[in-house]
């Protein structure tokens, strides 16, 4: 399946729909759907600029009708999928943007482009226009065909005769250049899948466990069935390859070009390998990895190499405004920047508070005491490990307390905060860490430890999504801390735990935490088990 | 299958691939491989601009790495696929880019992102950082539950962050602005397909025929299982919903969103559906149809849309260069311009000339006489229609030669090409087209007839790629036409057309044209057809 209509209307609703989403480029179609599919600037001087005109079958995108625009083509000529425009769409094409400056058709090297782009080009000239044909041939998977197949290569072509074209220079200049890029061009492809055929379908032609090489971009098998062998020898194998037979020179121009459906990430696996090949040293633009020329969706990839003249560096790096034009950038070595010097852990230095090591000390022997009673509690509505976990980070707290800085509140509860991630493990370490660091940034700021431990809870609903009523520990902690700040009082403040603990049994809604994927009539009349510990905490700490 | 090496190393090698490919873009990496998987800007001035750092996990690429740069993000954090990155690499992150001017976290609403970002930005706060978090929860799949998932429409948040960031505001403006993005954004997904994960495989969950409505962006099924029937329905499904849930509005930005493999064939023609769906008038800038947060290779697409307040509108159309930023433009109508005059088929005006009429009629007639003759031969190596196909142009020209400009050749012979096209079809009809249109040319040119055909022949070779040898009609005619220019005897050339056809027996490895399909042996001994007309029609009119 895919998302089309009718096989018929695909290729001009496609157009269309790049139209409409292209206001500000200047763009416009020829008034001949369906048989004349032209994309054309509306900003071109035909008299003063030369015209690039390129095109070819469809199913390519986003070549070549988005490459339209200032820097590039002035107009692209689109026939079906994978089928050559027809003789009267190139030459409606030709005669709408060519002017005194002339015109350069860029095609590649197909049989049907050829007669079509050739003849449409021939018809031009018997009325006048200057045109010059450039036929791309830069595949190189049957180096000694003599009509290699033209893919992906051109589009440094196109971006170099576009750029001179721009800049006004003559005919005569914008074809020599684009001809010498053409000449030194090598292209190879691979790919793991082939592609599918719009109203058709995909030919599960490739068995698991093998690769083409050397295919076209039109669904035609590649040159040899291979065996696959993992990213970096299909990478490694493209890039011998093209290092072989191009032409030798100082530095290249690399194109890595996504075939179709290859993720980004695939592509960026793919480039990093090619660019650690040995040869790669003497590659200097890249341009990708991206999609510029495919093969509907196939599962692929291709390299193309240029050998890079300074005057096509300028050409490569010049802006240009078609619609997804990527830029080109240099090949570098990954610089690497230090960790910030806060990532390395520090220790806290040890400080005396002997209130508040009773307090913790107390509070830890409860937590701990009541591991199997939470557990149990757990084990109706969840996995049975909420008293464990607590525990186990009440005992880790319960053993350091003699190292931890107990003297300075802020920095005990960013203690605690490291402790919680270190021992509690999962969402709920992190919702104690956050509580707890975020109490001794209030600490810092001046705050009460009543306002920290407050500014604590208001941060973990933040970031948990909890609300009073979503059957989780804020049902206890909430209360129990707006009964603390009213009375000052603990046991009142355990009461208010107490009620809320209590209310969650009640509630069947769960809409945070894990009780989210427990179903109602499990959750009916049991107490939620993080609410529990915090009425059981208070509670042991006011008796 | 897929391009990767171990599945551990994905992510790492991709970004590097990334790096290497982005010289001049000014990005680096932490240096906390594997742990830590940070991308961000060595050239942010952290003193003078507000940090927007971004993350979660891979798998969504572009999305967040390839969006770091000037006027969008300053660091990007990236987990393995579809999972969070830890809370030590996002606080590295923050740490690395926060200065003075303070820093805006851009999480997507899940839960282990909202986690470990948040605790990170506790810890970063604990140490005196300005942090602003800011969790965008877009998609409307379940619009009534309390924690919406964060999927495309953060890009536009992104976006406009980066820009307020980038433009010198201080965080509490660069921060309500996202904000203020972000409360009023929707955004859903279709797909017709899950996704591919890494050294997992696909799971093939959806049936032929169907669709699935709401999805996420880590493989998990969407809200509805739906009938799929054709993109239009699909698109305005999707339009009808988000325009449903969005905040009313005067204008909007819409983000057409590609999940993965969706190829731009169908995503050109869906963004067509959309920007005609009744309400899209009020739809004024469009970011895509573009890959900017997908779901690995996942078949299917999003729509995001935002109220788009005047601030937006700059925001959004403020240049940016972050590696794959594709820009906004705005919804218009496709522009349609005329086809220009010239393809309007002009009719020739008939004029004399008793010689030339004399000599084409005789030619027509030895080509139709022929018709028997030429089948059988090709019947051996072809598919046996060689002399239907000259006979049927033959008679057509024949027929109509009291209405052709006889009395001009240069006309004549671009009466003869368009006859050509009109009635032979196929490779060869152009072929002979091209022949006579560049006759044509030349004549016009000042040339002789002779010179004239000439030139058309060698077009002809420049488009068709046939070279003396290649077992084609040019064996026959290139030495017919020497032999013309050097003695003027028709019987001469015709004995050399001769001689060359005769010679196409022997030759059994056709390097152009049909034959080249056909294998040695059969064509062992066997003329050319092609060559065998040429050196009939010139024996033809020697006599």
Known sequence: MQFINTKENLVVDSLDGLLRASGGANLARLDGYPGIKVILRTDHNPNKKVAIVAGGGSGH????????????????????????????????????????????????????????????????????????????????????????????????????????????????????????????????????????????????????????????????????????????????????????????????????????????????????????????????LVLGPTALVTSLDMHGFSLSLMPLMPEFETALKSPASPLVWPGIHTHIKPKKIKLPAATKAKAFKASKNDALAALVGKACRILIDNEAALNALDAKVGDGDTGSTISTAAQHVSRNLPSMPLGNLSQFFAAVSDAMTRTMGGSSGVLFAIFFASASQAVAGGKTWLEALQAGLQRMRDYGGANPGDRTMVDALLPALAELQKSGSVAAAAKAARAGADATADMTRARAGRSSYVSESNLRGIKDPGAEAIARLLEGLSS
């Open 61 to 284: 995108e986003p070549a070549h009708a988005a490459f339209v625009g200032p820097g590039m083509l002035t107009a692209a000529v689109c026939g079906e999928v994978f089928a050559s425009p027809s003789v009267d769409a190139v030459f409606a094409a030709i005669m709408a943007v060519t002017g005194k400056a002339g015109c350069l058709v860029i095609l590649k090297n197909y049989t049907g482009d050829r007669l079509n782009f050739g003849l449409a080009a021939e018809k031009a000239r018997a009325l006048g226009k200057k045109v010059e044909v450039l036929i791309v041939a830069d595949d190189i998977a049957l180096p000694d065909i003599p009509q290699p197949r033209g893919i992906a290569g051109v589009m440094f072509v196109e971006k170099i005769a576009g750029h001179f074209a721009e800049k006004g220079a003559p005919l005569a200049k914008v074809a020599a250049a684009a001809r010498k890029a053409s000449e030194s061009l090598v292209s190879l492809g691979l790919s793991l899948s082939s592609c599918t055929l719009p109203g058709i379908g995909r030919e599960d032609r490739i068995p698991s466990g093998k690769a083409e090489l050397g295919l076209g971009i039109h669904g035609e098998p590649g040159v040899d069935l291979i065996d696959y062998d993992g990213a970096k020898h299909a990478a490694h194998l493209l890039a011998d390859r093209i290092f072989k037979h191009a032409k030798p020179a100082k530095a290249y121009a690399l194109l890595v070009n996504n075939l179709g459906s290859t993720t980004p990430l695939e592509m960026g696996l793919l480039t990093n390998e090619v660019l650690s090949h040995p040869k790669a040293a003497k590659i200097k």
